[in-house]
Each structure stands twice: as structure tokens, then as C-alpha cells.
């Protein structure tokens, strides 16, 4: 797993490692405390992916916005 502090990361580093997160989860093995901090560090990844994604729909919305405020001034 990434030493980058999750909050400096884009959103597919993040995405790829929380998708090894979950693999190494799902073999288990691992003891209570590595399983929690494993599991930690998965949900602050999902939710940097969330925040980029809620960004990305923003500026997606913001663009359709302008784009229909040029159209109906045309």
C-alpha cells in the first residue's frame, strides 16, 4: 500500500489502491489490528474518490449550465 497521505492523492491512485485494499481484505489473514487499519485507510480512499467525483459532477454541471445560458441567448 501507498505512503501518500490520502488527501494527496488523485482520484485513480486512490481508486487503485482502494481496490487493493479490498483484495487484501477479502483473502483475510491478516490480524485485528492490521484488518482495522487496512480498513481505515479504505474508507478515507472511498471518500477521496468521493470528493473527486462530487467535483468532477460540479464542473459537469457547471458547464451544461453555461452551455444552455449561451443557447438561450442565441
Known sequence: MSETPVAEMGYEAA???LVDVVKVLEQGGLDLDASLA???????????C????AGARTR???????????????
Open 15 to 17: 481508486r487503485d489502491e
Open 38 to 48: 487496512l480498513w481505515e485507510r479504505g474508507e478515507q480512499l472511498a471518500t477521496r
Open 60 to 74: 459537469v454541471e457547471n458547464a451544461l449550465a453555461h452551455i444552455e445560458e449561451n443557447d438561450a441567448d442565441s
Open 50 to 53: 468521493e470528493e473527486h467525483l
